[in-house]
Structure formats: C-alpha cells, structure tokens
Nanobody, 123 residues
Framework: QVQLVESGGGLVQPGGSLRLSCAAS????????IGWFRQAPGKEREGVSC????????YYLDSVKGRFTISRDNAKNTVYLQMNSLKPEDTALYYC????????????????WGQGTQVTVSS
C-alpha cells in the first residue's frame, strides 16, 4: 500500500526557514519521481519542486529558485524540501506526490498524494 506522509510545516516569520519531509512507504523511493506541490486558499495547486528517479534531476518553480532545495534520502525512503528565505506568498498547504520516474508539472500526472502539511509565513 503506497503511502506518503508530509511533516515539518508550521508558522514561521518572513525570512525564516522550514524543512518539509515526505516519508514514503509501500514502494521503493529511488524508482519514482517525487514532486512537491502547494495550494493556497482560492488558488490552484501548483508544482513547487520535483526530483526525478533516473538521474536525480531537480526542477523548481521560478519563484522558489535559489530559496528551496529538494533532496532525497533513499535509505530513509524520504524526500525533503528545504525552504529558506520564506515569504508570505509561500503560505500554503504543501503536498508531496509520486509520479513515474520523471517529473511533470501537472498534478494529474501524479498517482499518489499525501495529506499535506501547512506552511504559514507571517509576522
């Protein structure tokens, strides 16, 4: 049974940092691409970052480049999203999701999703 569980969200001041974790079970992480998405109230879900399985290529939304870093620990079956220099516009519910072995920017290409972890950036 495939399961993805996000953690690490919380309330942080602008300029602060958080590290999100996506713990995977029921499949071997290194065979699949894992993406991070976010959804703010009243907005569509958008892809934030993704790491592919084949060569570990990383993709980032333009607005988070240079601030967010995605990484994968296959031994722990966990994907991380390090978020630095957080801004109020980063406030959203963050999800991780499993695709095939390559990354996609469309949510419908991802077969399994976690329940999400809330990130709130506010002073």
């Amino acid at each position: 049974q495939v399961q993805l569980v996000e953690s690490g969200g919380g309330l942080v001041q602008p300029g602060g940092s958080l590290r999100l974790s996506c713990a995977a079970s029921g499949f071997t992480l290194d065979y699949y691409a894992i993406g991070w998405f976010r959804q703010a109230p009243g907005k569509e879900r958008e892809g934030v970052s993704c790491i592919s399985s084949i060569d570990g290529v990383r993709y980032y939304l333009d607005s988070v480049k240079g601030r967010f870093t995605i990484s994968r620990d296959n031994a722990k079956n966990t994907v991380y999203l390090q978020m630095n220099s957080l801004k109020p516009e980063d406030t959203a519910l963050y999800y991780c999701a499993q695709a095939g072995n390559v990354c996609y920017d469309r949510p419908e290409k991802y077969a399994y999703w976690g329940q999400g972890t809330q990130v709130t950036v506010s002073s």
